[in-house]
């Protein structure tokens, strides 16, 4: 995010020219003030940052990471990070440090990813604090240490970082670092969830779905499932179809079950798309078709999904929705079976 500087040394007219220049390009950058132009917000970086401004020389390395007015070019960002980063900036250190935890615009290396992460956590930059966490709590880069990752994801946390307190949550809840504590887990879920989280809104959904930290609750467990799925998460999406199939927290729907397979199977939802091949097949929420319930099956059980390779192969078996062979069906079983499923 762009930050309009003010330059408080009288006298030094270079430092002042370029204070102004990047300035001029954060305002071209938001369009704060003027139309919001990518191109000429580069132009205005790009004068400032050759005078050796540090903040524009980070913004630069923005611009190119991200294609914004300018083709996308990691190696550039990369280079424009790493001018600012050596000169101490807390912001381009951290993203040097994504730039060598993703391998974009240089060879991936954990290690000096958490060199550079490190260096901007110790200037109190929380977007590098949480990085570090799981870098501590996954052992990429540094022995693998989860009370080290509570330490950091809790500095970031403190500090409003939502995936740090996201992941806060999830060491309590799982006992890594510190002895298990469902409510310490529900109070770092809420602070998430409160910040439009979907992935926490959604693992409290089934906090309270399962009576864990707090009283089982189906009502609340389907409030925080549905803030998820509104954000496009497609694991929740496709809990809250069983959730309107079975009744749970809201009033039994078989047609807003169904349409909330659909939102789960258009991207690419493997379980969910198991899920529609029931629906069709058993005719509930949409008229019955065996056909439509082959193709989804097919779908998911290309997939690699246990459940829909079974189901699959009861369909050939039967001859529903396609042509009976036993063949196939003998295929599809095996194939189920050998990934545990007990329908195989």
Not at 38 to 48: C, D, N, Q, V
Not at 230 to 245: A, P, S
Not at 276 to 305: C, H, I, S, T
């Amino acid at each position: 995010m762009a930050a309009i500087l003010v330059d408080d040394e009288e006298g030094d007219v270079g430092k002042e020219d370029s204070t102004t220049q990047y300035n001029l390009g954060c305002m071209c950058h938001e369009g704060n003030g003027v139309a919001q132009d990518y191109t000429k917000a580069i132009e205005w970086y790009l004068k400032a940052a050759n005078q050796g401004n540090v903040p524009a020389q980070n913004n630069l390395g923005v611009m190119y990471r991200h294609g914004y007015g300018i083709a996308q070019d990691y190696t550039k960002a990369f280079e424009w990070y790493l001018k600012a980063a050596n000169q101490g900036h807390a912001t381009a250190q951290n993203n040097l440090g994504w730039m060598y935890g993703h391998g974009n615009g240089v060879a991936q290396d954990y290690a000096k990813a958490f060199e550079w992460y490190l260096k901007a956590a110790n200037q109190g930059e929380a977007s590098a604090q949480s990085p570090l966490g799981w870098m501590y709590g996954h052992g990429n880069g540094v022995a693998q240490d989860y009370t080290k990752a509570i330490e950091w994801y809790l500095k970031a946390a403190n500090q409003g970082h939502a995936t740090a307190q996201s992941n806060l949550g999830a060491m309590y809840q799982y006992g890594k670092g510190a002895a298990q504590d469902y409510t310490k887990a529900i109070e770092w879920y809420l602070k998430a969830a409160n910040q439009g989280n979907a992935d926490v809104q959604y693992s409290l959904g089934n906090m309270y779905r399962k009576g864990s930290g707090v009283p089982q609750d189906y009502i609340k467990a389907f409030d925080w499932h549905i803030k998820a799925a509104n954000q496009g998460n497609t694991t929740v999406q496709g809990r809250l179809d069983r959730i309107y199939k079975d009744g749970k927290g809201v009033s039994k729907d078989y047609k807003k079950a169904f349409d909330w397979y659909l939102k789960a199977v258009n991207q690419g939802d493997a379980v969910a798309q198991n899920y529609l091949g029931d629906m069709y097949r058993e005719g509930k929420g949409v008229p019955q078709d065996y056909a439509k319930a082959f193709d989804w099956y097919l779908k998911a059980a290309n997939q690699g999904d246990p459940n829909a390779q079974a189901n699959l192969a009861w369909m050939y078996y039967h001859g529903n929705g396609t042509p009976q062979d036993y063949a196939k069906a003998f295929d599809w079983y095996i194939e189920a079976a050998s990934q545990g499923s007990a329908d195989a």
